[in-house]
């Protein structure tokens, strides 16, 4: 997984509560077996007048000038700025990948679903929450060459002007963003634990290991 | 000190220990999977070379892009080659780790969160994720059923655990009895509309009162299934004599003494009568009349003697904005009735409506009458296999196309439209599936949530009624 340290970049503003996933990749580009691929469809619906679909590039496509992405204004944008519950819907990984490959490294917003919170840390996709008021401010000072940088280890967002917004994150979470840990080696480090919880679960409640016989 | 809740005792009874970096483990009982969200997965632990934990934990079925016409085909019958890869890589993918998987030609195939409960594999107190956000259905059984990302679904297979912290505990409770033509869809689409999208973020649902206790399993899948369209990863019921006669004789379920051993445990598997919940919601089932939602977010929904609302009846700017664009990507009018909306396709099907208690109701509004002149296509999609051929066996398929309605094969269908079952731009779709999001049945295609009997209505009347006028 890609660490998250610090981070200054553009930020592009998405004023819309309840983004879902299916907006943030559209169906059709989840037939694909692959964990790339993605950044080219970001938004699709929103991007683009036209229905598009895997193979279809860009260029090919009608694009929607009108749409915040679109603009010149927010061009090589990698932080966005959000509204509440950020990714909410289908759980789909794919919402994180897509966003990621498009170019953003983190998503500000007053509050995130929780599926998709958790897919950005296993990603490096850095969710940052902030108050209402703190997004408030920062939607109404948003506009071309706006830049905030950001600090994970400080926990804190700051803007050109030098105004600070801190904020919070689950240790744990922070820990492993910072050093891009990988997940499943760390729970690994941890077999006997399972083991030992796995020999008393078993005896416990017999029937959950059935199929284990077949 | 206060007693524990059903979510405390599931969670308990899988907490396996906390790992260096201070994160809980929890054991996971039963991955499900299926073609979208599992190629991934297998392929990290191919390239990390690391095997399935435990083989028997997982059960698989292809269901979101399987087409619905032509089975008999198998692979051959589906005609796009990306999505073909995706069935091809799951048989593939079952084959090399060893995993049980009901393939595109087995008639136990159909929408995984269908298929579970069918087996018996979904059993109560059981941990289970799978790579899908309506994982939730399975807490009908009193397990704790989430829905996980990729990366997630991978770490399961390589570890038997989720990493995760505790969710808070949420009481939903229904008291009342329904009026005819009400059911579960329209008890949790009106929760939705009360909670909001986001209403239970961080909590686990569990669903009590009355009217829950006289649900059928059915009905209670139909429930917890949309508990993440409120926010919640999880919705649970407490086990009683309706989820222990379900169970019972199932493929799946333990037999003998075993099965006494099971049983006697799963009825501890309900909320002590001092738990405390962080928060709570009450709702009266009389006061419930059929819903349908308006808008582009499963929390826009009226019921159906209500209109359109108007966006400056929002006092939230930002509310009152999303009311503004979702009434625009719908097309519909402030202040006109909601039974007002002429529909051009209906669906019945997905995992949240295509039991063979949704498809009865269905047909006794449908039996004898005819698919209005204005609706295209109305499609019925069976969640299983087995469902399909028990349809069948009830005479309920010959009702459907008698009406001239479209009887289909086993899969998810239009609910997202990742087969070729879709709605055309601009079109209008009463649909017993889940979500309202823009796009999401079809390229600008719009979608009504609502119940089975409410969709078969709206078919033969070509706009939305309201069905307890025909009960």
């Given at each position: 997984m890609q660490a998250f340290t610090s981070h200054k970049g553009t930020v592009a503003p998405l004023d819309r509560v309840n983004v879902d996933t299916d907006q943030i990749i559209p169906?059709?580009?989840?037939?694909?077996?692959?964990?790339?691929?993605?950044?080219?469809?970001?938004?699709?619906?929103?991007?683009?007048?036209?229905?598009?679909?895997?193979?279809?590039?860009?260029?090919?496509?009608?694009?929607?000038?009108?749409?915040?992405?679109?603009?010149?204004?927010?061009?090589?944008a990698s932080v966005l700025l959000a509204r509440d519950n950020f990714g909410c819907g289908s759980s789909r990984e794919h919402a994180v990948w897509a966003?990621?490959?498009?170019?953003?490294?983190?998503?500000?917003?007053?509050?995130?679903?929780?599926?998709?919170?958790?897919?950005?840390?296993?990603?490096?996709?850095?969710?940052?929450?902030?108050?209402?008021?703190?997004?408030?401010?920062?939607f109404a000072e948003v506009g071309a060459g706006y830049e905030l940088s950001i600090d994970l280890a400080a926990q804190q967002v700051v803007a050109a002007d030098g105004a600070v917004y801190s904020f919070d994150i689950d240790a744990g979470l922070k820990e492993k963003m910072l050093n891009g840990m990988d997940d499943i080696a760390m729970t690994l480090a941890e077999k006997e634990l399972i083991d030992t919880f796995e020999t008393s679960h078993k005896q416990a409640q017999p029937w959950l290991f059935m199929r284990d016989q077949v | 000190m206060a007693g524990k809740t059903l979510y405390d005792k599931v969670w308990d009874a899988h907490f396996v220990g906390r790992r260096q970096d201070g994160n809980s483990l929890i054991y996971?009982?039963?991955?499900?999977?299926?073609?979208?969200?599992?190629?991934?997965?297998?392929?990290?632990?191919?390239?990390?070379?690391?095997?399935?934990?435990?083989?028997?934990?997982?059960?698989?079925?292809?269901?979101?892009?399987?087409?619905?016409?032509?089975?008999?085909?198998?692979?051959?019958?589906?005609?796009?080659?990306?999505?073909?890869?995706?069935?091809?890589?799951?048989?593939?993918?079952?084959?090399?780790?060893?995993?049980?998987?009901?393939?595109?030609?087995?008639?136990?195939?159909?929408?995984?969160h269908v298929v579970g409960p069918e087996q018996g594999a979904t059993m109560p107190g059981m941990t289970i994720v799978c790579g899908d956000s309506h994982t939730s259905t399975h807490g009908a059984f009193a397990a704790l059923a989430q829905g996980v990302g990729t990366s997630e679904v991978e770490h399961v297979m390589a570890t038997q655990c989720l990493v995760q912290n505790k969710a808070r505990n949420f009481a939903v409770v229904v008291d009342g009895e329904m009026a005819p033509g009400v059911y579960a869809k329209d008890i949790i689409l009106a929760i939705i509309g009360r909670l909001g999208t986001a209403g239970a973020t961080g909590h686990t649902l569990e669903?009590?009162?009355?009217?829950?206790?006289?649900?059928?399993?059915?009905?209670?899948?139909?429930?917890?299934?949309?508990?993440?369209?409120?926010?919640?990863?999880?919705?649970?019921?407490?086990?009683?004599?309706?989820?222990?006669?379900?169970?019972?004789?199932?493929?799946?379920?333990?037999?003998?003494?075993?099965?006494?051993?099971?049983?006697?445990?799963?009825?501890?598997?309900?909320?002590?009568?001092?738990?405390?919940?962080?928060?709570?919601?009450?709702?009266?089932?009389?006061?419930?009349?059929?819903?349908?939602?308006?808008?582009?977010?499963?929390?826009?929904v009226a019921g159906v003697g209500e209109r359109i609302p108007d966006p400056d009846q929002f006092d939230d700017p930002v509310q009152k904005e999303a009311a503004q664009h979702a009434l625009k990507y719908m097309d519909v009018t402030p202040g006109t009735p909601i039974t007002d909306i002429q529909l051009d396709r209906v669906f019945i099907g997905s995992c949240t409506n295509a039991r063979i208690e949704d498809l009865r109701a269905a047909a006794a509004v449908v039996?004898?009458?005819?698919?209005?002149?204005?609706?295209?296509?109305?499609?019925?999609?069976?969640?299983?296999?087995?469902?399909?051929?028990?349809?069948?066996?009830?005479?309920?398929?010959?009702?459907?196309?008698?009406?001239?309605?479209?009887?289909?094969?086993?899969?998810?269908?239009?609910?997202?439209?990742?087969?070729?079952?879709?709605?055309?731009?601009?079109?209008?779709?009463?649909?017993?599936?889940n979500r309202n999001f823009e796009g999401r049945q079809g390229h600008a295609g719009r979608t009504h949530l609502v119940s089975p009997a409410t969709a078969a209505a709206a078919a033969i009347a070509g706009h939305f009624v309201d069905v307890r006028e025909w009960l």
């Open positions: 169906k059709q580009y989840l037939k694909s077996i692959k964990r790339t691929g993605f950044g080219d469809y970001l938004f699709d619906g929103w991007r683009f007048h036209d229905e598009g679909d895997i193979g279809i590039t860009p260029n090919e496509r009608d694009i929607n000038h009108n749409f915040v992405l679109n603009k010149p204004a927010y061009q090589g966003l990621q490959e498009f170019g953003f490294r983190a998503v500000i917003a007053p509050s995130f679903a929780d599926i998709f919170y958790g897919n950005c840390f296993k990603n490096g996709l850095l969710p940052i929450v902030l108050k209402e008021e703190s997004i408030e401010k920062l | 996971i009982d039963l991955q499900l999977l299926h073609e979208v969200t599992s190629p991934q997965a297998f392929e990290g632990l191919t390239l990390n070379k690391r095997p399935l934990w435990r083989v028997g934990a997982n059960l698989a079925t292809p269901d979101h892009n399987v087409p619905t016409d032509q089975r008999a085909l198998g692979l051959q019958g589906i005609t796009d080659t990306v999505a073909l890869e995706q069935v091809i890589t799951l048989d593939k993918n079952c084959k090399a780790f060893g995993v049980e998987q009901f393939d595109i030609l087995d008639r136990r195939q159909g929408i995984v669903y009590m009162g009355s009217t829950i206790r006289n649900l059928s399993m059915e009905g209670r899948m139909t429930l917890c299934n949309m508990s993440i369209e409120a926010g919640a990863r999880a919705g649970m019921v407490a086990v009683d004599d309706t989820t222990i006669d379900y169970i019972r004789g199932r493929p799946f379920a333990p037999e003998g003494a075993l099965w006494q051993q099971a049983e006697q445990y799963w009825r501890s598997l309900v909320s002590d009568a001092d738990a405390e919940f962080d928060r709570s919601l009450e709702l009266d089932a009389a006061s419930i009349s059929p819903q349908i939602t308006w808008g582009t977010s499963p929390e826009q039996r004898g009458k005819k698919v209005a002149a204005n609706v295209k296509q109305v499609l019925v999609v069976p969640g299983s296999g087995l469902v399909k051929a028990q349809a069948e066996a009830e005479g309920l398929a010959q009702i459907f196309v008698d009406a001239g309605m479209q009887w289909r094969d086993a899969g998810c269908s239009m609910c997202l439209a990742m087969n070729p079952d879709k709605l055309g731009p601009g079109e209008h779709c009463a649909s017993t599936s």
